[in-house]
Nanobody, 115 residues
C-alpha cells in the first residue's frame, strides 16, 4: 500500500523560505517518478516540480530558480525547497508518485505566503 505524507507547510512572508517533505511508504522513491503539485484557490492543480527515477528534475516556469526538489534514498523522502516565496505561491502542495501506471497522492500541506 502506497502512502505519501507531506509536511513542512505553513505561513511565511514574501521572500521567505520553506522546505516541504514527502515521506513515502509502500514505494521506493528512487525507482519511481515523483512530483510536487500545488492547487491555489479557484485554480487547477499544476505541476510544480518533478524528479525522475534517474534523478533528473523539471520545474514549472513560475518557480524555476527558486524551488528545488531532491530526495534522500535512505529516508525514502522527497523534498521541495522553496526560496524567495511569492504570494502567488500560496496553495495546497501535494506529493505525487507514479507506480505501475497509477498516480498516488498525499493529503496535501498548506503553504500561505503573505505580502
Amino acid at each position: 500500500q502506497v502512502q505519501l505524507v507531506e509536511s513542512g507547510g505553513g505561513l511565511v512572508q514574501a521572500g521567505g523560505s520553506l522546505r516541504l517533505s514527502c515521506a513515502a511508504s509502500g514505494i521506493i522513491i528512487s525507482l519511481n517518478p515523483m512530483g510536487w503539485y500545488r492547487q491555489a484557490p479557484g485554480k487547477q492543480r499544476e505541476l510544480v516540480a518533478g524528479i525522475t527515477s534517474g534523478g533528473s528534475t523539471n520545474y514549472a516556469d513560475s518557480v524555476k530558480g527558486r524551488f528545488t526538489t531532491s530526495r534522500d534514498h535512505a529516508k525514502n523522502t522527497v523534498y521541495l525547497q522553496m526560496n524567495s516565496l511569492k504570494p502567488e505561491d500560496t496553495g495546497v502542495y501535494y506529493c505525487n508518485a507514479l507506480k505501475r501506471g497509477f498516480n498516488y497522492w498525499g493529503q496535501g500541506t498548506q503553504v500561505t505566503v503573505s505580502s
